[in-house]
Protein backbone atom coordinates (compact mmCIF):
# COMPACT_ATOMS: atom_id res chain seq x y z
CA UNK A 1 0.00 0.00 0.00
CA UNK A 2 2.56 2.27 1.10
CA UNK A 3 4.89 1.79 -2.42
CA UNK A 4 1.54 2.29 -4.71
CA UNK A 5 0.85 5.35 -2.35
CA UNK A 6 4.43 6.74 -2.94
CA UNK A 7 4.55 5.59 -7.01
CA UNK A 8 1.69 7.95 -6.97
CA UNK A 9 3.58 11.00 -5.43
CA UNK A 10 6.27 10.53 -7.72
CA UNK A 11 3.43 10.61 -10.65
CA UNK A 12 2.00 14.01 -9.34
CA UNK A 13 5.55 15.03 -8.80
CA UNK A 14 6.85 14.25 -12.80
CA UNK A 15 3.10 15.81 -13.48
CA UNK A 16 3.67 19.33 -12.26
CA UNK A 17 6.94 19.70 -13.17
CA UNK A 18 6.94 18.13 -16.57
CA UNK A 19 5.83 21.68 -18.35
CA UNK A 20 8.98 23.13 -16.08
CA UNK A 21 11.75 20.71 -17.26
CA UNK A 22 10.19 20.72 -20.82
CA UNK A 23 9.20 24.15 -21.48
CA UNK A 24 12.81 25.44 -19.97
CA UNK A 25 15.47 23.51 -19.05
CA UNK A 26 17.70 26.42 -18.18
CA UNK A 27 15.91 26.86 -15.33
CA UNK A 28 17.91 24.03 -13.43
CA UNK A 29 19.67 25.97 -11.32
CA UNK A 30 20.04 26.35 -7.52
CA UNK A 31 18.91 28.54 -4.42
CA UNK A 32 16.21 29.13 -3.92
CA UNK A 33 13.96 27.00 -5.52
CA UNK A 34 12.56 27.39 -9.03
CA UNK A 35 8.98 27.72 -7.97
CA UNK A 36 8.68 28.24 -4.03
CA UNK A 37 5.79 26.71 -2.49
CA UNK A 38 2.40 28.63 -1.58
CA UNK A 39 1.17 28.69 1.76
CA UNK A 40 -1.90 28.15 2.85
CA UNK A 41 -3.35 28.85 6.30
CA UNK A 42 -1.11 31.46 8.10
CA UNK A 43 -0.67 34.38 7.61
CA UNK A 44 3.24 35.04 8.54
CA UNK A 45 3.97 32.44 5.56
CA UNK A 46 7.07 30.82 5.35
CA UNK A 47 10.69 31.92 4.50
CA UNK A 48 12.57 31.09 0.81
CA UNK A 49 13.23 27.51 0.23
CA UNK A 50 16.94 26.90 -1.04
CA UNK A 51 18.07 24.03 -2.42
CA UNK A 52 22.07 23.53 -2.76
CA UNK A 53 24.52 21.39 -4.43
CA UNK A 54 28.35 21.11 -4.28
CA UNK A 55 28.88 23.99 -6.53
CA UNK A 56 27.02 25.93 -3.79
CA UNK A 57 29.20 24.03 -0.66
CA UNK A 58 32.04 22.00 -0.95
CA UNK A 59 30.32 19.73 2.00
CA UNK A 60 27.74 18.45 -0.17
CA UNK A 61 28.34 15.41 -2.09
CA UNK A 62 28.34 16.00 -5.72
CA UNK A 63 25.48 13.68 -6.53
CA UNK A 64 23.44 14.92 -3.37
CA UNK A 65 20.87 17.92 -2.89
CA UNK A 66 20.53 20.03 0.57
CA UNK A 67 16.64 21.69 0.68
CA UNK A 68 16.49 24.13 3.58
CA UNK A 69 13.55 26.81 5.04
CA UNK A 70 15.54 29.73 5.62
CA UNK A 71 13.96 30.29 8.89
CA UNK A 72 13.92 28.71 12.66
CA UNK A 73 10.32 26.26 11.73
CA UNK A 74 9.53 23.69 14.16
CA UNK A 75 8.31 20.73 11.09
CA UNK A 76 9.04 20.56 7.98
CA UNK A 77 7.56 20.26 4.65
CA UNK A 78 8.11 16.64 2.57
CA UNK A 79 10.52 16.69 -0.22
CA UNK A 80 9.47 14.58 -3.16
CA UNK A 81 11.89 13.54 -6.05
CA UNK A 82 12.45 12.08 -8.93
CA UNK A 83 16.14 11.68 -10.81
CA UNK A 84 14.58 11.95 -14.83
CA UNK A 85 17.92 10.81 -15.77
CA UNK A 86 18.05 7.46 -14.08
CA UNK A 87 14.08 7.18 -12.64
CA UNK A 88 15.24 6.84 -9.24
CA UNK A 89 12.36 8.41 -6.99
CA UNK A 90 12.26 9.23 -3.09
CA UNK A 91 10.48 11.22 -0.39
CA UNK A 92 11.79 13.02 2.80
CA UNK A 93 10.59 15.13 5.15
CA UNK A 94 12.68 18.52 6.24
CA UNK A 95 13.18 18.15 9.87
CA UNK A 96 15.28 21.03 12.09
CA UNK A 97 19.06 20.69 12.30
CA UNK A 98 21.46 22.64 14.56
CA UNK A 99 24.05 22.51 11.93
CA UNK A 100 22.22 25.24 10.07
CA UNK A 101 20.48 27.09 13.10
CA UNK A 102 17.81 24.98 13.43
CA UNK A 103 16.44 25.45 10.28
CA UNK A 104 14.63 22.58 8.75
CA UNK A 105 16.67 21.12 6.25
CA UNK A 106 17.02 17.70 4.75
CA UNK A 107 19.72 16.11 2.52
CA UNK A 108 18.47 14.09 -0.47
CA UNK A 109 20.80 11.78 -2.16
CA UNK A 110 19.19 11.19 -5.99
CA UNK A 111 22.80 10.43 -7.92
CA UNK A 112 23.59 12.31 -10.45
CA UNK A 113 20.78 13.89 -13.34
CA UNK A 114 18.11 15.74 -13.91
CA UNK A 115 16.09 15.77 -10.56
CA UNK A 116 12.63 17.31 -10.14
CA UNK A 117 11.63 17.94 -6.45
CA UNK A 118 8.31 19.27 -5.00
CA UNK A 119 8.38 20.85 -1.58
CA UNK A 120 4.93 20.50 0.05
CA UNK A 121 3.00 19.68 2.95
CA UNK A 122 2.25 20.34 6.31
CA UNK A 123 4.58 23.11 7.94
CA UNK A 124 5.54 25.32 11.33
CA UNK A 125 6.75 28.08 10.74
CA UNK A 126 9.24 29.89 12.91
CA UNK A 127 6.10 32.02 14.59
CA UNK A 128 4.16 28.62 15.39
CA UNK A 129 1.40 29.13 12.73
CA UNK A 130 0.05 25.81 11.10
CA UNK A 131 0.35 26.09 7.39
CA UNK A 132 -0.10 23.63 4.86
CA UNK A 133 2.30 24.36 1.74
CA UNK A 134 1.29 23.87 -2.08
CA UNK A 135 4.06 22.51 -4.35
CA UNK A 136 7.02 24.33 -4.85
CA UNK A 137 9.03 22.91 -7.68
CA UNK A 138 12.76 22.75 -8.38
CA UNK A 139 14.87 21.24 -11.19
CA UNK A 140 18.37 21.03 -10.48
CA UNK A 141 21.17 19.05 -12.69
CA UNK A 142 23.63 16.87 -10.46
CA UNK A 143 27.01 16.53 -11.78
CA UNK A 144 27.21 13.13 -9.88
CA UNK A 145 30.23 11.60 -8.38
CA UNK A 146 33.10 11.00 -10.69
CA UNK A 147 34.22 7.69 -11.96
CA UNK A 148 36.56 6.07 -10.23
Do not use: K
Not at 18 to 38: E, K, M, N, S
Amino acid sequence: MLHSRFTVRAAAVAALGGAVVVGAPALAITAPIDVQPTPLGCQGGVATVQSLTHTDNDGIEPDDLLFVVNEQGRSGPDVNWINITTGETGADRMTPTEEILNAPAVLVEPEGGVVLSAVWGPYENATGENCFLLPGIDVTELAGEPDD
